[in-house]
């Protein structure tokens, strides 16, 4: 043979060899253990150098495009890129040439390149921190098949305050008028800001559950399209393929404006370990749509279906009876003193509801006559607006807001209104005490809500 051709195969075998060697030590795909009955039908591990552009686009969006948001959605390396197998993406803020904040941050998606009907939709995610930011995990409709938002649908599989950072919101929005259900877990120890945590949303037909690190928090299976006549058959609108989306806001009307404390350094960042889809062989379609029940519970012994009236023992961190929250740039805490709840303001926040202590669940029945009666004060004269919404239909009115003047003397207040709307089982007490320029302590107690005759 041939000296040169003898050196030419002697080389070619020798690069096969050399390039099996590297093949052999390049790392490989990760070992990903599929729900029992599941299969992985797609995922993103974040683990090369940049993102994947067959799978996720960077938006473009302007300031206040939504929700009164400030920032814009830049399709920039600075607010989006790939670090240590994380994807990350990161709020800014920069002084413009006329003194003014500009906020900038990432919204990625996967529309028109992944989309998906059912399955388990899972993320390992690090949220940011920061009054101001809202980072959130969700789905929306590749096609409004049922028409424009909500009547198509919205699955929310993550929502975080930046500001309470141990409380994690699933909801899905939907009908018309606008309805969402919602879920809500408080982290027992710990913090989503400071942990990676696995949010997950398992979506059949007929049934749609949430799940913070393989505990399942919250169901439901009650929803539709466009009225509730369903012109449009169940499942709808939950019956389309749905896209993904990550993306932290800044401002707007639930966390409120940054304030002088908010970071903008890598607390801000919302880190995203892996995506991941799963879903089983089949799905059966063949579903019917559930009766509503309403829970209507009974009124107590006196009449009130107000829950621990006087705040004994009260837990203001669970759903049991009394809740307090803070939103909009609120800061301040809630506790009980004398049979009386004593919410105290560190920070009035920019709306009436940034702190707010309510109680849901209460059954308001459809052309029933209710009487509204407490006792308030606080330390020096203030301001406080109580009304009862509907947090299931968008948070409208069955009581219509009023501002109660307070001073240091214990006032009964009294009122009455009519429910008008279908009957809820879900009517919501508020009394919203942030949005003044008074810090100055409130105390309620004695109340009541009792049905006429």
Request: net charge negative.
């Amino acid at each position: 043979m041939d000296t040169k051709y003898t050196k030419k195969i002697a080389l070619l075998l020798s690069l096969i060899t050399a390039g099996s060697a590297v093949c052999a030590c390049a790392p490989s795909e990760p070992v990903i253990d599929a729900p029992e009955g599941y299969t992985l039908v797609w995922h993103d591990e974040f683990d090369g150098d940049a993102l994947n552009e067959e799978n996720w686009t960077m938006d473009y969006r302007r300031p206040g495009w939504v929700n009164n948001e400030l920032q814009a959605y830049a399709a920039s390396e600075e607010n989006i890129f790939i670090e240590n197998g994380d994807l990350v993406i990161q709020p800014l803020m920069t002084i413009n040439d006329r003194g003014h904040e500009v906020y900038t941050s990432g919204r990625l998606t996967s529309q028109r390149h992944q989309s998906f009907q059912y399955g388990r939709i899972e993320a390992r995610i690090r949220v940011p921190q920061g009054q101001g930011y809202l980072p959130a995990f969700w789905m929306m409709p590749e096609d409004e098949s049922y028409g424009g938002w909500p009547r198509s649908g919205e699955i929310d599989i993550m929502e975080v305050l930046g500001s309470d950072t141990d409380t994690l919101y699933g909801t899905i929005h939907y009908g018309d008028p606008h309805r969402q259900n919602q879920g809500i877990y408080d982290l027992p120890e710990g913090d989503f800001a400071t942990e990676y945590h696995v949010y997950a949303v398992d979506w059949e037909p007929g049934l749609i559950s949430w799940y913070i690190d393989d505990e399942l928090y919250y169901q439901t299976d009650y929803w539709y399209s466009a009225s509730s006549a369903q012109s449009n058959p169940y499942p709808a609108p939950f019956n389309r393929p749905f896209y993904i989306i990550l993306n932290v806001a800044v401002g707007g009307n639930w966390p409120g404006d940054p304030d002088e404390n908010t970071p903008f350094d890598e607390r801000a960042q919302m880190r995203v370990d892996y995506v991941r889809v799963f879903q089983r062989a089949e799905y059966d379609e063949n579903v019917t749509m559930p009766e509503p029940v309403l829970e209507m519970r009974e009124a107590d012994e006196s009449g009130n279906f107000i829950l621990n009236p006087l705040f004994e023992g009260e837990d203001y961190g669970d759903d049991t009876a009394w809740r307090f929250l803070l939103n909009a740039g609120g800061d301040g805490n809630a506790e009980t003193s004398d049979g009386a709840a004593v919410v105290s303001t560190v920070n009035a926040g920019s709306e009436d509801y940034s702190l707010q202590l309510v109680q849901a669940g209460l059954p308001l029945e459809e052309g029933a006559h209710y009487n509204l009666s407490f006792t308030a004060y606080s330390d020096e004269d203030r301001q406080m607006n109580v009304t009862v919404s509907a947090p299931d239909y968008d948070y409208a009115r069955y009581f219509n807001d009023v501002t109660l003047d307070l001073t240091n003397e214990p006032q009964q207040f009294a009122f009455e209104f009519d429910m008008e709307s279908s009957s809820d089982d879900n009517g919501r007490l508020e009394f919203n005490i942030g949005g003044t320029s008074s810090s100055s302590a409130v105390y309620i107690t004695d109340v009541r809500l009792e049905k006429a005759d």
